[in-house]
C-alpha cells in the first residue's frame, strides 16, 4: 500500500513553454500533497503544500504564479510549470500522506524536466 | 526555519565496516523520517521515530532519536554494498499538513 506515482518520468521542454506534472496516490486518499524539488547532488526542497479542494500554501522564494498547483481530488494533484526556463530543469518530487496528521509521507517516482 | 545538519556529506567505506550519519537540529520536531533514495528515483521511507530517546532496528540499520527531539542518527552495522546510495533524514514540526525539512543528504558508497 501506500503507493505515489507520477508522470511523466521525463520531459523536455522548450523555454517559453508549460508542462504539466501529475501525481497520484493509487492505492489511498491523500489529503494533503507536497511538492519538492531537488538539483543534482543536493537534497529535497519543499516547494508547496496541496491541499484537495483549496489552494496550495507556497514556501517562501517560490513563485506561485509560475508553479501552479491544483488538487482536484483526494488521489490528484498537478505541478504546472509555465513559461519555463531553462533554470526550471530539476528533479521534481511529490509526496502524500496517507492518514491525517501521519508523520509519514510516501514520495512519488519524481519527473526529470529538462528545459531547452 | 527549521534547518536540519546532516554529517557526513560523503563517505567511502569498505565492506564490513560500521559507519553512523548524524543529523541535528537546534529545532525540536514532533517525528524524524529517514529515507533512502536511489539515483533517478523519489525517496523511500526507512524509519519514523517520534518519540524523545526513541530507538528503532531495521535489520543492520539502528535509528535513534535524541532524547530532546532535536537530533536523530543512522548506525549501519557490517556495511554492504547494497547499502550504496543517499540517505536524507528529515524532520516534520507539526502533523500531516506540514511538508518536511531535510537535512542535505549523506552520499554513502560501500565499496566490495
Known amino acids: 500500500g501506500a503507493v505515489v506515482s507520477q508522470h511523466p518520468s521525463r520531459v523536455i521542454c522548450k523555454s517559453g513553454t508549460s508542462v504539466k506534472i501529475e501525481c497520484r496516490s493509487l492505492?489511498?486518499?491523500?489529503?494533503?500533497m507536497f511538492w519538492y524539488r531537488q538539483f543534482p547532488k543536493k537534497s529535497l526542497m519543499l516547494m508547496a503544500t496541496?491541499?484537495?479542494?483549496?489552494?496550495?500554501?507556497?514556501e517562501q522564494g517560490v513563485e506561485k504564479d509560475k508553479f501552479l498547483i491544483n488538487h482536484a481530488s483526494l488521489t490528484l494533484s498537478t505541478l504546472t510549470v509555465t513559461s519555463a526556463h531553462p533554470e526550471d530543469s530539476s528533479f521534481y518530487i511529490c509526496?502524500?500522506?496517507?492518514?491525517?496528521?501521519?508523520?509519514?509521507?510516501?514520495f512519488g517516482p519524481g519527473t526529470r524536466l529538462t528545459v531547452t | 526555519t527549521q534547518l536540519l545538519e546532516q554529517s557526513p556529506q560523503f563517505l567511502s567505506i569498505q565492506e564490513g565496516e560500521n559507519l553512523t550519519v548524524y543529523c541535528n537540529s537546534s529545532?525540536?520536531?514532533?517525528?524524524l523520517q529517514w529515507y533512502r533514495q536511489e539515483p533517478g528515483e523519489g525517496p523511500v521511507l526507512l524509519v519514523t521515530?517520534?518519540?524523545?530517546?526513541e530507538v528503532k532496528k531495521l535489520k543492520r540499520l539502528t535509528f535513534q532519536f535524541g532524547d530532546a527531539r532535536k537530533d536523530s542518527s543512522l548506525h549501519i552495522t557490517a556495511a554492504q554494498p547494497g547499502d550504496t546510495g543517499l540517505y536524507l533524514c528529515?524532520?516534520?514540526?507539526?502533523?500531516?499538513?506540514?511538508?518536511?525539512?531535510f537535512g542535505k543528504g549523506t552520499h554513502l558508497i560501500i565499496q566490495p
Open positions: 509526496s502524500a500522506t496517507q492518514v491525517r496528521d501521519s508523520y509519514e509521507q510516501y
Open positions: 492505492d489511498f486518499q491523500a489529503t494533503t
Open positions: 496541496s491541499n484537495e479542494g483549496s489552494k496550495a500554501t507556497y
Open positions: 529545532s525540536v520536531f514532533s517525528s
Open positions: 521515530v517520534v518519540t524523545g530517546g
Open positions: 528529515a524532520g516534520a514540526g507539526g502533523g500531516g499538513a506540514d511538508g518536511l525539512t
